[in-house]
T-cell receptor, first 110, second 112 residues
Framework: KQEVTQIPAALSVPEGENLVLNCSFT??????LQWFRQDPGKGLTSLLL?????REQTSGRLNASLDKSSGRSTLYIAASQPGDSATYLC?????????FGTGTSLTVIP | DAGITQSPRHKVTETGTPVTLRCHQT?????MYWYRQDPGHGLRLIHY???????DKGEVSDGYSVSRSKTEDFLLTLESATSSQTSVYFC???????????FGEGSRLTVL
């Protein structure tokens, strides 16, 4: 069974900082990996999807990297803003399923 | 935003009663999923469907059944609700498995 760990569980940074969120997974035989954000009381919003053949994917201030062989992915957020405050979840895809970590709760302080 | 509607959004029920949650999509995606989200556990897959009348179990399927008679609708049924099924339930869809996943807004279920 795929185990997904996200470190740190919570993070608080001042506005403008660059930051890195980490995701590790135990089974490297993944098809892809997706990053999501979740605002309190809301559903999950897809941020980035990286295919297993890719090393990284970028969208605006977000950059996600994937090292499949070592079972790791990172989400880099540049120039953080208070609106980035949310919980960020990673989910490697295996077979027909995605397996989720418990997320990193990010607070960006104005 | 992906066209995914969950109903009801909030429900309070009593132990032993049947409950059905509905997920409706307007995207014509082949795959539909039901997850539950609990503190400390993240999202866990209950059941998923890869086509009309084609379903499979996920990690936490005990006590749940599903049905998909139309591409656009995926129903999750708790035959006899228990307090351990108090949770937030999310429906998700994707064009392929595992393709990019899109989520509904969630259904909060409380079993007293």
């Amino acid at each position: 069974k795929q185990e997904v760990t996200q470190i740190p569980a919570a993070l608080s940074v001042p506005e403008g900082e660059n930051l890195v969120l980490n995701c590790s997974f135990t089974d490297s035989a993944i098809y892809n990996l997706q990053w999501f954000r979740q605002d309190p009381g809301k559903g999950l919003t897809s941020l980035l999807l990286i295919q297993s053949s890719q090393r990284e994917q970028t969208s605006g201030r977000l950059n996600a990297s994937l090292d499949k062989s070592s079972g790791r992915s990172t989400l880099y957020i540049a120039a953080s803003q208070p609106g980035d405050s949310a919980t960020y979840l990673c989910a490697p895809g295996v077979g027909n399923q995605f397996y989720f970590g418990t997320g990193t709760s990010l607070t960006v302080i104005p | 935003d992906a066209g995914i509607t969950q109903s009801p959004r909030h429900k309070v029920t009593e132990t032993g009663t049947p409950v059905t949650l509905r997920c409706h999509q307007t995207e014509n995606h082949r795959y539909m999923y039901w997850y539950r989200q609990d503190p400390g556990h993240g999202l866990r897959l209950i059941h998923y469907s890869y086509g009309v009348k084609d379903t499979d179990k996920g990690e936490v399927s005990d006590g749940y059944s599903v049905s998909r008679s139309k591409t656009e609708d995926f129903l999750l049924t708790l035959e006899s609700a228990t307090s351990s099924q108090t949770s937030v339930y999310f429906c998700a869809i994707s064009e392929s498995g595992p393709g990019e996943l899109f989520f509904g807004e969630g259904s909060r279920l409380t079993v007293l």
